[in-house]
């Protein structure tokens, strides 16, 4: 019962390198999300997908890249690592999209730490 | 838009005191509310939410929230706070529509003492 899993758990990159978070679900959820957790500023909407081939931005997209691989996996991908986006990502699921299952919550997975340089 | 305010960063009680987490919301439309704790490097646990069914929700681990319409407000209790208790909790808001993206507030650290 693994519900949401992240890898990798911690990470650490220079400056300019690029990395890929991996998130996949098995709660055969329809919505996934990507947010990311600084001190003070809750979680903040990177990007979200409502459905398996969909993506869309969400409160801070700038310096990352998505992908729905299927309806298990969503990843999110820095290209050119930057000393700002040091922070912890959490992933997230939910059970239905847009203007269906409002009462629906997200489950989380544990999170990944990432460190930049 | 919909947005939501959490008072006070920080809360301290003793163990076995009233726990009372406040939480206020902004929303154009009757909104779906939640509320997660946060334990230490881990993700978020959902420990209850309103979605128009009754005003009081029960939750988790004693847990209860009430929602008042009139006050826009969503506030955590628990009538005696525990050591595992301490954590970081967090109010979300979701309104309806099309608009299904949860906002959540800046959370609030519950500190216990012994």
């Known amino acids: 019962n693994a519900g949401v899993t992240q890898t990798p758990k911690f990470q650490v990159l220079k400056t300019g390198q690029s990395m890929t978070l991996q998130c996949a679900q098995d709660?055969?959820?329809?919505?996934m999300y990507w947010y990311r957790q600084d001190p003070g500023m809750g979680l903040r909407l990177i990007y979200y997908s409502a459905s398996e081939g969909t993506t869309d931005k969400g409160e801070v997209p700038n310096g990352y890249n998505v992908s729905r691989l299927n309806k298990r996996e969503f990843s999110l991908r820095l290209e050119s690592a930057a000393p700002s986006q040091t922070s912890v990502y959490f992933c997230a699921s939910s059970e239905r999209g847009a203007g269906q299952g409002l009462n629906q919550p997200q489950h989380f997975g544990d999170g990944t730490r990432l460190s930049i340089l | 838009a919909q947005s939501v305010t959490q008072l006070g960063s920080h809360v301290s009680v003793s163990e076995g005191a009233l726990v009372l987490l406040r939480c206020n919301y902004s929303s154009s439309v009757p909104p779906y509310l939640f509320w997660y704790v946060q334990y230490p490097n881990q993700g978020l646990q959902l420990l209850l939410k309103y979605t128009s069914a009754a005003t009081l929700v029960k939750g988790i681990n004693g847990f209860e929230a009430e929602f008042k319409k009139s006050e826009t407000s969503f506030h955590l209790t628990k009538p005696s706070a525990h050591m595992s208790d301490a954590a970081e909790y967090f109010c979300?808001?979701?309104?309806?529509?099309?608009?299904?993206?949860?906002?959540f507030g800046k959370g609030t650290l519950l500190t216990v003492n012994p």
């Open positions: 979300a808001v979701r309104s309806g529509g099309s608009n299904y993206k949860l906002t």
């Open positions: 709660m055969n959820h329809n919505s």
